[in-house]
T-cell receptor, first 114, second 114 residues
Framework: AQKITQTQPGMFVQEKEAVTLDCTYD???????LFWYKQPSSGEMIFLIY??????QNATEGRYSLNFQKARKSANLVISASQLGDSAMYFC???????????FGAGTRLFVKA | NAGVTQTPKFQVLKTGQSMTLQCAQD?????MSWYRQDPGMGLRLIHY?????ITDQGEVPNGYNVSRSTTEDFPLRLLSAAPSQTSVYFC??????WGTGELFFGEGSRLTVL
């Protein structure tokens, strides 16, 4: 069975500093994709970054990078140079390539302090 | 660009009433899904579909029915609403044949069952 675990219910970070949001996953499928989504207080879901299980390099998208450690089954999101607008809920998600269904973790609420 | 459209955005029901949450997408996505979001529990998958005529259960399917008669539409039916179904519901779709498979979300539907 697939499972996503986010162990940090809430985190604080100072503006302009980097922050790491943790995500571990469990799956028996060899082929899968890992995603991070952002949910601001307005409620919409925003796709941030994707990592395929066979990708050799860690994914990066602007200030977002995904620290993918396959052996440890972790897919942590790193946000560099935090901004006040980064204050939001962040969800880690996994999709197995064969079945397509996507499951989510419980989320981490990030607070960026000025 | 309409993307994924959910209706209604807000609904109040009495216990035992039935209703349908509508979801439509105009991106020709094969995959469509319904999630519910509850505080501290992230997004939990209710039902999903990988194409017209094909549906499957997710993590929390009890109390909900779905059907997929067209590629565009994926309605979620509550046959006899219960207070435990008070939640925010998201419809999401993705391609299964190109791109990373990230989900495109509707704006959400807030349901209250009294």
């Amino acid at each position: 069975a697939q499972k996503i675990t986010q162990t940090q219910p809430g985190m604080f970070v100072q503006e302009k500093e980097a922050v790491t949001l943790d995500c571990t996953y469990d799956t028996s499928d060899p082929s899968y994709g890992l995603f991070w989504y952002k949910q601001p207080s307005s409620g919409e879901m925003i796709f941030l970054i994707y990592q395929g299980s066979y990708d050799q390099q860690n994914a990066t998208e602007g200030r977002y990078s995904l620290n993918f450690q396959k052996a440890r089954k972790s897919a942590n999101l790193v946000i560099s140079a935090s901004q006040l607008g980064d204050s939001a809920m962040y969800f880690c998600a996994m999709r197995n390539t064969g079945g397509f269904k996507t499951i989510f973790g419980a989320g981490t609420r990030l607070f960026v302090k000025a | 660009n309409a993307g994924v459209t959910q209706t209604p955005k807000f609904q109040v029901l009495k216990t035992g009433q039935s209703m349908t949450l509508q979801c439509a997408q105009d991106m020709n996505h094969e995959y469509m899904s319904w999630y519910r979001q509850d505080p501290g529990m992230g997004l939990r998958l209710i039902h999903y579909s990988v194409g017209a005529g094909i549906t499957d259960q997710g993590e929390v399917p009890n109390g909900y029915n779905v059907s997929r008669s067209t590629t565009e539409d994926f309605p979620l039916r509550l046959l006899s609403a219960a207070p435990s179904q008070t939640s925010v519901y998201f419809c999401a779709s993705s391609s299964t044949s190109w791109g990373t498979g990230e989900l495109f979300f509707g704006e959400g539907s807030r349901l209250t069952v009294l």
